[in-house]
């Protein structure tokens, strides 16, 4: 394939070659089309894999319920909203579960997007604006990022910070260097997408407070998955003093796709004016309304899915310390394995899902560089067994390669 017979604005297309030597090897772990997915099993070229990889946390996404309900809406509202939240999108759907949301992570508002992609997005580029200043942690998740290079590419001149991951004396340096009267906005995940680690969220508010900062807080991995009631990283912490603003996604714990931003009624108004992922993109569908109000009511219901994931993540992170896996500061359903090397990272991912378990090989930039690892993440449906012959497959296969 000769690049120069197209316009120069393709050639690093037909330059880039690193996924089709993967493929051609046969460890290209991306892109692989399942055919089925029931409970904690999924099929992929025929075959039944144990999925040790999936943000389905509560198992909800395969639930009878939210599919039932989901339907029953269709008949109703049909399949699409056709438009934007802000001109003919708006369902009474969408009211009335951003009046659930609400009341779930108590604040006085909600508002529902499209994916939790889109919301840290919109929210994070509504807030932001000229000569802002926002403190990111460096493990953010990248639609937090690029919230904020949004902002900057429409607004021009916020001041991004990046903080060590979660290291308050860090934060704290970056603070006192940033004008005492400037509008300052601290932004974290509650769990962290890669590592599974949690927040020190205290230790934030006492800064935000002391600093006159707000504080974002990204609970994608938190909600349904810490604190005694699924409620997040507040209340695993026991902290009664909440964030400013509060986003999840619909597809994790939900099992549904969209998301939402939680906070006071005048910074919801301020966003749903100045969103420009909500107000140029269309609706969240009814379908994934239907399902994501199904699992709030499931969630609240059934508070011992919420328990025994907990109680299966704590088994694995145990399991894979104890056989030698370094799995980071892991404290949730997210586990690492570290490897630190991308050759023998896609190596054991072949090696697992060779032996039927599917987990996720993920490389720089989705980590610091030399940190490649493999993210595996447990649901509550798993059983007892599933685990054990994935910590089991891990040592076998881990030993062979090395990497333990
Ligand atoms: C921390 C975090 N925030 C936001 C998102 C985006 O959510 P969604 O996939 O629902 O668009 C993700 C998804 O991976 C995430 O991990």
Redesign the pocket.
């Given at each position: 394939m000769n690049k120069h017979n197209y316009p120069p604005i393709f050639h690093k297309c037909y330059e880039f070659t690193e996924a089709e030597t993967a493929r051609s090897s046969g460890i290209y772990p991306y892109f692989k089309p399942i055919t089925r997915s029931q409970g904690s099993k999924v099929y992929i070229g025929g075959r039944e894999l144990l999925m040790m990889g999936s943000?389905n946390y509560l198992g909800l996404a395969n639930d009878p319920r939210l599919k039932e309900a989901a339907e029953q809406v269709v008949e109703r509202y049909g399949t699409s909203c056709s438009g934007s939240r802000f001109m003919n999108g708006t369902l009474d759907l969408h009211e009335e579960l951003e009046g659930q949301l609400a009341e779930f992570v108590g604040r006085e508002s909600a508002v529902c997007f499209s994916?939790?992609?889109?919301?840290?997005l919109g929210a994070l580029s509504a807030l932001l604006g000229r000569g802002d200043h926002v403190i990111s942690d460096k493990f953010?998740?990248a639609?937090?990022l690029d919230g904020i290079f949004l902002a900057d590419g429409t607004k021009k001149k916020v001041t991004l910070h990046r903080y060590k991951h979660n290291n308050a004396a860090d934060l704290e340096r970056i603070l006192q260097h940033i004008p005492e009267d400037a509008a300052k906005l601290i932004v974290t995940?509650g769990v962290f997408?890669m590592e599974g680690d949690i927040a020190e969220l205290p230790k934030i508010m006492e800064l935000a407070r002391r600093y006159r900062a707000g504080v974002y807080i990204?609970e994608?991995?938190a909600i349904g998955v810490i604190g005694n009631t699924g409620k997040g990283t507040a209340e695993h912490h026991g902290m009664d003093q909440q964030p400013d603003l509060v986003m999840c996604?619909?597809?994790?714990s939900f099992g549904s796709?969209?998301?939402f931003v939680a906070g006071s009624s005048i910074l919801m108004d301020y966003i749903k004016h100045f969103a420009r992922s909500l107000i140029f993109s269309a609706s969240m569908p009814p379908a994934n309304i239907a399902a994501v109000m199904k699992a709030l009511e499931i969630m609240k219901q059934e508070p011992e899915r919420i328990t025994s994931l907990q109680e299966n993540a704590r088994k694995l992170r145990e399991g894979f310390t104890s056989i030698g896996f370094n799995i980071g500061h892991s404290e949730t359903a997210i586990i690492p394995l570290v490897i630190s090397d991308n050759q023998k990272t896609f190596m054991f991912w072949k090696a697992l899902f060779d032996r039927d378990i599917y987990v996720n090989p993920v490389i720089h930039p989705a980590v610091p560089p030399n940190r490649s690892l493999i993210r595996c993440s447990c649901m509550s449906i798993h059983t007892d067994e599933e685990l054990d012959r994935f910590l089991q497959v891990s040592l076998e296969e881990g030993k062979k390669l090395g990497v333990i």
């Open positions: 943000n994916t939790g992609y889109q919301t840290n953010n998740h639609s937090i995940d997408s990204d994608a991995h996604t619909f597809s994790k796709i969209g998301g």
